[in-house]
């Protein structure tokens, strides 16, 4: 039986100069997929951030740090506290109003999660897409995961969409894009 994590979840060191260079290259590949995601969504990272999100491995804490610090990366730039690629300074102030947006909407997705939660043979509700990560332009919609007892999903269907029409009225877009029953975890 080996002790030795597998290559994809190699550990890599909190100090600039214990990497070897062939994990330099992938702390360098996982930081920059990392951020090149994000991007996608006009979603800069902050380092803590990028260490959570780093794309095949698995590393200390410090050294997504080290590496921006040390490590040669011309097509990433630092900008009031996240990392983005170079010339996408912008999406700064996006993920600022964004998460501005996200924190007025919070409190009504918290009502209608509550509701739901109320809801006969709900077992879960959890709240997805954009708004959980803070990341929601105005007039978004909130969506969420039910997971209900087995049996009972359509009938939990049923109450939710009644949820979804009483939103509606009240000028909120409701979307429960995933219910699955207990038995499809």
Not at 6 to 24: F, G, V
């Amino acid at each position: 039986m080996s002790l030795t994590p597998p290559l994809s979840r190699q550990m890599i060191s909190s100090t600039p100069e214990t990497p070897t260079a062939p994990a330099e290259h992938h702390i360098e590949r996982a930081v920059l997929h990392a951020v090149a995601y994000a991007d996608i969504f006009d979603y800069p990272l902050t380092v803590a951030e990028i260490h959570r999100y780093l794309v095949g491995l698995q590393a200390l804490p410090g050294s997504v740090e080290a590496y921006l610090e040390h490590g040669p990366a011309p097509v990433l730039t630092r900008c009031d506290g996240f990392v983005v690629l170079a010339g996408r300074e912008e999406i700064v102030e996006t993920r600022r109003k964004r998460a501005e947006v996200a924190r007025r909407l919070w409190p009504r997705a918290l009502v209608y999660g509550r509701a739901i939660a109320n809801l006969p043979f709900v077992r879960m509700v959890a709240v997805t897409g954009a708004l959980a990560v803070d990341n929601v332009e105005h007039g978004a919609d909130i969506d969420y995961l039910i997971v209900t007892e087995p049996g009972r999903l359509w009938l939990c269907r049923g109450l939710v969409i009644a949820l979804v029409r009483l939103g509606k009225r009240r000028g909120d877009v409701i979307c429960p894009n995933y219910l699955i029953s207990e038995r499809a975890l």
